[in-house]
């Protein structure tokens, strides 16, 4: 597969004290290994996660090295030693990743990336590791929430233009895809992941032609097999007759018609009406326009006769939940626990394993463990991606990680699918995990 | 300067429909002149906004072209024949961008860019405008809010990791530096904007070390001059005890404190009394953690002794308006003026210039008029950038629109300045363009 990241080289994006502190480690000979978890704190917004952005973060970390362009950028910034900069010259990510796969869904707390690595490297990673990993986790769930409610319509991604900038749009094509989407309208996307890509008209190709059915007429005639009609510009009824009326002047079928604005439920059913009255029963409704899945629940729940729906700003934005309060923090270094204090934020220390446990195929309890403690029946979530700087795991491809999503939400237990109330799984810690903590909040206290 | 958008070839990055319907274009030979307006709709969430991203687009419109793998692509989907894929071939835009100059201040409403070429690049530019212009556009708002309650401090954008993507991260520098911050976090930005770069030291970075003081002391030995101690890992007031107890042993000055977490206005007072109390007057507190405009504005009114604030998630993902309203709408076609009925989103036709009037060295009244009206001590707010695809103005540098911005602002009337009430301007249509549209919506209607 063509990957989209590594073309360009991201080293130096990077938050600038990354490289301050690498300096510092580097000149007290503090390179000793360093464990870091990235997990996401709870929000009332979100019951669960859909896991994603792994392959584009394994992307970064096989490829991140400094040009000698970046390097005399550094040089010239004042700030750091030749003998610091020889270093990032040869700098190469030699650490491990464990991550939970792509296409499982996790629960707030719960460490869904590892990186172990000599500290320097474990903390250039970070910037680029939350700004792609956070945004892929965002659009994914958004996506599999509409998805939960969206029966047995197909999902579209319309949300390119409304993304925060390109990579953003290339990131949420990928994710909403990997969560039960069926496409795109994002081109690059399909070229770079192979996603389906999907579209329709818009309303300026209308306004372009001297009236409605002259544009219908121009453009199903190129497209005999593949028009669906964009029936709002001016009067939605209207629009769905003169579809009918092209179809029929051209000897075509109707591939289907799009409301994009209006009172969606009068609407499908009445456009409905009118294309099973003219023989056009396959034709599909699709809709778009400012949906998100609260939107896609009403209509399905009153029998909206709609059978796609494209899915834009909300989505691509996470608007309801533009961000996560997620955090990438040092759980152990050379060998010695680490835990923050400060706040009510207490991080758990240790490198960790975290283990899932079902009862008759549904998630029933996760538990962090230790990473070398073992649960009985319990299947292992952090697996090994990257050892030593390689690749040592076969990527799946989108559309396996896509099955995959689509089997694991068979097995979230109907309560935590609700997207109205709040309703989640909280992580065990293990025994040990929990006393060892407690032994060295104790000691860290005391200090 | 070094630009960042054309390293990558961003012209699949559009909506499939784009290509679609110029395939349709392209065999009817409708390629007549398309004029096009980009417009923020009405929000109650901003008085104003700040323009923003130009400079991108340009980037983009000069260099926009098709490879031939992309065209290989495009030929392989099934949906294009060949003499439009030699078409695209030789695609290159042709046509005229006129646009609001970055730095201005604009309202809802407002055209900010006018697109003017035929119709099938006006048409396939669209995606990657609204994708660019959009985030420029909500962080460049939203940093200005911040630098507007922000009085003397200084403000340096901390978001990158927190962007959505990486693209989101290298806006959120250009735009925030633009709006008034004195710089960023990322690296990159710094190497290819020229944007200066800002950072301290990592909670990790304390905890790596087997306490604090020896944390503050290795980074205080490498950067003397340069040290803003971060102080809130395990307990803030007694960092900032150790931060003075390492300076006074290292001799050194301290450039800093920083506070990430807890009660800032009592722990910024505190950590003032003990740094002045040990004769480190000249050290700044600079503050960070889930800060927005609302924040700063609550923490100067109370005279919390705070120099600086690091600015990160909620500028970065404009979290209280994470997108815009916004739309790129045909206004007229083949010297035709067009325009849309269908609900409340009636836009205005024609091809346009707009005024705008000061009074007394304030923003007085904003005026849409027909492209060659004129207005009487107005000033004309569209500029000619590209002509026939050529750029034919020159680019100010981003420390000049950062200045045109200080200087606009200054300009703009304290009532709209609140960050709390909704009070904005908006533009008036002149009679003429307000008697043409009445006509057309006329004429319309009846057919």
């Not at 599999?144 to 925060?164: E, I, P, Q, W």
């Not at 306004?207 to 497209?223: G, I, K, P, Q, T």
């Not at 689509?406 to 929990?434: A, C, D, G, H, V």
């Amino acid at each position: 597969m063509d990957r989209f990241v590594n073309k360009y080289n991201m080293s130096l994006l990077t938050d600038f004290y990354e490289l301050t502190m690498a300096q510092v480690y580097f000149e007290k000979n503090m390179n000793g290994n360093a464990v870091f978890n990235f997990f996401i704190r709870p929000t009332k917004n979100r019951n669960y996660f859909l896991n994603a952005g792994i392959e584009l973060l394994i992307d970064y970390l096989l490829n991140v090295k400094f040009t000698e362009e970046d390097i005399d950028f550094l040089y010239k910034t004042g700030k750091f030693k030749d003998d610091f900069l020889d270093y990032l010259r040869y700098f190469r990510f030699s650490g491990n990743l464990y991550a939970v796969d792509e296409g499982e869904i996790v629960f707030a707390n719960e460490p869904i990336i590892q990186i172990e690595a000599p500290i320097i490297e474990a903390q250039i990673v970070e910037t680029f590791l939350i700004n792609t990993i956070q945004i892929s986790i965002l659009v994914a769930t958004k996506a599999l929430r509409c998805y939960s409610v969206a029966k047995n319509t197909m999902l579209v991604d319309f949300g390119l233009r409304r993304a925060h900038g390109t990579d953003a749009g290339m990131i949420a094509a990928r994710s909403s895809y990997i969560a039960g989407f069926v496409g795109t309208s994002n081109v690059l996307a399909g070229k770079v992941y192979g996603i389906p890509i999907y579209g329709t008209m818009a309303h300026s190709f209308i306004m372009a032609h001297d009236n409605e059915e002259e544009a219908f007429e121009n453009f199903a005639s190129v497209y005999p097999e593949n028009t669906v009609f964009l029936v709002d510009t001016y009067d939605t009824i209207n629009g769905v007759k003169n579809a009918v009326k092209v179809a029929k002047k051209l000897g075509i079928r109707i591939k289907g018609v799009r409301l994009d604005s209006g009172d969606i439920l009068h609407l499908s059913k009445e456009a409905r009406k009118i294309l099973d009255e003219n023989g056009f029963k396959d034709a599909i409704i699709f809709v778009s326009g400012g949906i998100n899945e609260y939107k896609i629940k009403e209509l399905m729940e009153k029998n909206a006769p709609v059978n796609g729906f494209g899915v834009g700003t909300e989505l691509v934005t996470s608007a309801d939940l533009p961000y996560l309060d997620c955090a990438y923090k040092l759980v152990e270094y050379d060998g010695k626990p680490a835990m923050k204090l400060s706040r009510k934020k207490i991080t758990v220390p240790y490198k960790k394993q975290f283990y899932r446990i079902y009862r008759q195929g549904k998630i029933y309890k996760d538990i962090i463990t230790h990473f070398d403690e073992t649960v009985e029946d319990g299947v292992k979530m952090l697996n090994l991606y990257i050892e030593n700087g390689r690749l040592v795991k076969k990527l799946p491809t989108l559309k396996e990680i896509r099955e995959l999503t689509l089997i694991n939400f068979e097995k979230l237990p109907q309560t935590f699918k609700s997207i109205n109330q709040y309703m989640t799984l909280t992580p065990e810690l293990s025994n040990r995990l929990i006393k060892a903590t407690e032994e060295l909040q104790h000691r860290l206290k005391k200090s």
